[in-house]
């Protein structure tokens, strides 16, 4: 019977559960440290300013991501509290930088090559007497 008890504050059915939340918060600990490490404004200047918009954006609902889950280990409902429309604001710009980035990468066209490009390869029948007119100044040659 002594082998059936648990040791621990919570079911043993919930162990791996918690041993891998336990290893994702060092794992986020860890990343703040290395964040921590350096000046933001060191960081910045490396960055053009699209990527230092989506360091600062990233930054900002990974903390109102955090803020929820506090909430949720507080008891409060983080849907009914003003973190959620916060997150939908930080959501929001996050896919306009997304779309600017798309844009960037997106290649853009050269009319005067895609003209030429169509114009060749469309099919043109050719008159007859073309063809003929053109066999005969070759024989002649």
């Given at each position: 019977?002594?082998?059936?008890?648990?040791?621990?504050?919570?079911?043993?059915?919930?162990?791996?559960?918690?041993?891998?939340?336990?290893?994702?918060?060092?794992?986020?600990?860890?990343?703040?440290?290395?964040?921590?490490?350096?000046?933001?404004n060191e960081l910045l200047q490396k960055?053009?300013?699209?990527?230092?918009?989506?360091?600062?954006?990233?930054?900002?609902y990974t903390l109102n991501s955090m803020?929820?889950?506090?909430?949720?280990?507080?008891?409060?409902?983080?849907?009914?509290?003003?973190?959620?429309?916060?997150?939908?604001?930080?959501?929001?710009?996050?896919?306009?930088?997304?779309?600017?980035?798309?844009?960037?990468?997106?290649?853009?066209?050269?009319?005067?090559?895609?003209?030429?490009?169509?114009?060749?390869?469309?099919?043109?029948?050719?008159?007859?007497?073309?063809?003929?007119?053109?066999?005969?100044?070759?024989?002649?040659?």
């Amino acid at each position: 019977m002594a082998a059936e008890e648990i040791n621990e504050d919570y079911p043993e059915e919930i162990h791996e559960y918690l041993s891998a939340f336990g290893n994702s918060i060092d794992a986020v600990d860890e990343m703040l440290k290395n964040m921590m490490s350096v000046s933001r404004n060191e960081l910045l200047q490396k960055l053009d300013p699209l990527e230092q918009a989506k360091v600062d954006l990233i930054s900002a609902y990974t903390l109102n991501s955090m803020f929820w889950v506090y909430l949720a280990t507080q008891g409060v409902n983080p849907k009914e509290h003003p973190v959620k429309q916060e997150l939908e604001r930080i959501r929001v710009y996050m896919n306009r930088v997304k779309e600017m980035t798309d844009k960037k990468k997106a290649g853009k066209l050269d009319r005067g090559a895609a003209s030429r490009f169509v114009k060749n390869a469309l099919w043109e029948p050719k008159p007859k007497n073309a063809s003929k007119v053109a066999n005969k100044g070759k024989s002649k040659s």
